[in-house]
């Protein structure tokens, strides 16, 4: 590593700017020292889940604690990561912190943090050998393991070997591959940057494969509880938009699958179901819908973003049956897998799949180099230069091991239970479900959608809680999606507390519906 | 934050497993440091740009060190950073040592790394206010920041103000935005992987523009010289491939790419042009490219992925002259910039430009939560969950200043100007060009391609140095990408020693060529 000083780069000066080499650790330790402490104060100053104040207040404390973005001459590392890691920390929504618990956003593991920094001060990039020789080696490993989580060779799908399965004889388009002479490879994965990114490949694995057969263009078939992504990766893609099919009951029926592919009239048709809905947790079906996929000759994605990891407990991935007869799955590290985002999977049952996405430059993989044993790595990614984000993942499975990762999966399960125990049995509350996944939804009783959402935010604004939101079964709920473990005594009490005071809050303000706050008729799960 | 045990999840036993929360910082101290010193002991091990042996002998050493992925039970969070940490640093292709210099793979920065490990502990998601607050903001400061440097609003493009500019009065399309009423709202920038994925989104918003205008499908016009990501993007969005002018000289010339446009018969076209080609750092002449451009209505993208950073330098930000007359600019902090992977953005000269990203999820942007105040984020990315890899950018324009900055991309050129120096007065070697940017060519004189390409590899597989490879001007050539902005004394004329000894060793042994190596004309820069 070069020993030059660059004005501001070090402070005080240290062995030198670069995270790499040697040298690199020694020119690390202090300033991550600053970090750690940065992030310890600003936790402590900001004493709960989010910053009080909303928008508005935290937009003005950013701005007035940035001032100029860019100066002329710099303040040096240590003031500049004092600052703005200490101003990050003290406006996070923070997800380690029990009442921040809207979203599918992960407290992540310590052990996966200190992994990714390897990631970042080394540096690899995931596109060619010569940057990431045992990076790209590891990864083709973990990917290896976590497809054969998904699809394991016990229990694959009869219908796509050799005997007809017993919803008859029909093979599905595109399995052969775009060439059309090769045979099934074996399970595969690619690292993704999440389920959006998964449910693009998917789709376009399914428009390429409909191209290479010919005829008519791609028919994107999924639920109306499927992710936005879905949507938008048909829009990206130049696709035409889903065919969505109502899911009254928050899940794809195989009855309602059946009738739309039946009316698909011979186009190709991709069917994209869900293990875990965003709004609720709910899991498709997947069984009835691989039978009912498979009488069709469709494709099948799966988009396990939330579900996914279930996989690693024999106790829950029952709830998943199915799963291993689709023909790409997407599933996330950063949800539960308690990774730093990101940490997303898609996996394919026939690695042979993924031709498709073989890609050549000559700079990175030219056919000589290729010939004389340099892999090929271009093929592994719709993006060129990549993060290692394996190794975070690699570290995880590896410390935990499978039942270190089951017990995190099933006691996270466990503690959305025991909250539903306690929203089902407090008058005040209507519970939208018993929990699929980890998503808990309520409501507060008699009262309007607008009080609902009104209730977040001034939950939000106040810097109380982080809750979410769903609209199911035709109300507005409040949303818990726990990623957390443990739900230690008296928490779930406390936040049903919190969540009263704020709905008795925007009630006296006459907030929500206008103004106007009307009793309404209970809205139980249809 | 939750004081629970995960069996293998800590050890030796400690405040938690989750870097977030008031304790995070406790529980990532002792794992931080087992992770700097297993980089510090990979690096020593390795003592070298790479390891020795080429991809069999690091992926067999990968495979017997890891052994099994996923054990049923977990080794620990020591064992597993030691193991596989230690691992990838010792089988990393590292950009901090001097003779690892293949690629647009730069050594990063320590500040950059350590403030990484904030967003990781943090872990907000971009993808919603209530899930990064505060990051949310900075990231709307960070990417205006980096618009205006790229567009200053003085020195804008005449021809798309009030006035019609000397190219005359034809307007381009697009510019109104895709509702065909609003005006222009100032430049804009969003946060992208790298250049491939601004690259992706230079067309989509071309696409776009294109479909809102209705009529013929966008046209992309690309020189040869264009990176593979334009192509690749093309057939990702649907669209036909890009028309490809040829580039004999290395650079897109006006001439060439009048006429190309003049053959489009009125389909709306956007061009792609180069800041900064992959191969040789070419330039493409943005002024006048920005003029045909402009003279023809089209839309235009440029692709300064690598050459972009030269905006922070007042003396060097010339080279990039008509980049601010451009529609989008792609550039990457993770190249001239120092950041660990992935630090990309797109900058768009009018931020209405990105109204087509605009994106609907009721969980995370409902209407009546926008009406309320809470920003919506979700039109500023592709992807839903996204890492907050502003708050590294934000931090290092801090702690280096615009002069730090201009510094350290001012000394890179002047070093890779030193590099081609000694390569010009070497006899052994011819070079290609001057470098434009940082990138050096040059081959071993008198011997074929084969020979130039047999000999990297030769220094890759032996250990000795990653250099890459470059077909222009039609020879292969060496390549150096300079990303550290120091040479010192001594170390070219050591490269160049390996270098000969490697075409030696290749030449002994008949390799290259099927085993004949025969003389062959010198291949200077047509």
């Keep these: 590593m070069s020993a030059f000083t660059v004005e501001g780069a070090q402070d005080p000066p240290g062995p030198g700017p670069f995270a790499g080499g040697a040298l690199g650790s020694a020119a690390l330790r202090p300033l ?11 936790a402590e100053q900001r004493g709960g889940p989010l910053p009080a104040g909303g928008p508005e207040r935290v937009a003005d404390e950013v701005r007035a604690t940035v001032g100029a973005v860019l100066r002329e001459r710099g ?47 080394v540096n690899p990039s995931m596109d060619s050998w010569d940057q990431a020789p045992a990076a790209s080696e590891l990864e083709a490993l973990v990917c290896g393991e976590l497809a054969r989580l998904v699809f394991p060779a016990e229990g694959g799908p009869p219908e796509r070997g050799g005997a007809p399965g017993p919803e008859g004889p029909k093979r599905p388009w595109g399995s052969e591959g775009p060439s059309g002479s090769e045979g099934p490879s074996g399970p595969d994965a690619l690292v993704t940057s999440g389920g959006t990114e998964g449910n693009q490949l998917g789709l376009l694995l399914g428009r390429e ?93 799966v988009d396990a973003a939330y579900g996914g990891p279930l996989v690693f407990s024999e106790r829950l991935r029952g709830r998943l049956a199915g799963l291993e007869r689709a023909d790409s799955v ?67 499975l590896r410390a935990l091991g499978r039942s270190g990762l089951a017990a995190m999966v099933e006691r996270t399960c466990a503690a959305a239970e025991r909250l539903a125990d306690v929203i089902a049995e407090d008058g005040r509350f209507s519970l939208y479900a018993r929990p699929p996944l980890t998503t808990v939804l309520f409501r507060p009783r008699g009262l309007p959608d607008a009080v609902v959402a009104a209730a977040r935010r001034e939950l939000l604004v106040g810097g109380a809680a982080v809750l979410g939101r769903a609209a199911v079964g035709g109300r507005l709920w409040l949303k818990v999606t726990l990623l957390d473990p443990t739900v230690r005594e008296g928490e779930p009490e406390a936040l049903l507390k919190l969540v009263d005071e704020a709905v008795a809050a925007v009630v006296e303000r006459g907030a929500g519906a206008d103004g106007a706050v009307a009793a309404s008729a209970e809205g139980e799960r249809p």
Aim: glycine share 10%; with cysteine.
């Design 75 to 121: 303040t040096g590392a240590r003031e500049a990561l004092e600052t703005l890691v200490g101003l990050v920390a003290r406006g996070a929504a923070d997800p380690s912190e029990p009442l921040c618990a809207a979203h599918l956003h992960c407290p992540p593991l310590a052990l996966a943090v200190a992994a990714d920094v390897a990631g970042s001060a």
């Design 330 to 396: 997407a599933f996330d590290l950063h949800k539960l897998g308690w990774q730093p985002v990101a940490a997303g999977v898609l996996a394919v049952r026939d690695g042979a799949a993924l031709r498709p996405l073989a890609h050549r430059a000559a700079y990175l993989n030219a056919d000589d180099d290729t010939e004389a044993g340099l892999p090929d790595l271009l093929g592994r990614s719709l993006r060129t230069t990549r993060r290692p984000d394996v190794l975070k993942v690699a570290v995880t």
């Design 209 to 301: 494969a409909a191209r290479a057969r010919g005829g008519a263009p791609l028919r994107v078939v999924c639920g109306a509880n499927a992710h936005h992504s879905v949507g938008r990766a048909a829009w990206l893609l130049g696709l035409a938009p889903p065919v969505v099919v109502p899911t009254p009951a928050g899940v794809l029926t195989a009855g309602a699958l059946d009738e739309e592919l039946a009316r698909g009239g011979g186009a190709p048709a991709l069917v994209v179901a869900t293990a875990g809905t965003t709004d609720a947790g709910d899991v498709d079906p997947l069984p009835e819908l691989a039978a009912v996929v498979a009488r069709h000759g469709a494709r099948w994605h």
């Design 32 to 42: 991550l020292e600053v970090v750690l402490e940065a992030l310890a104060s600003g």
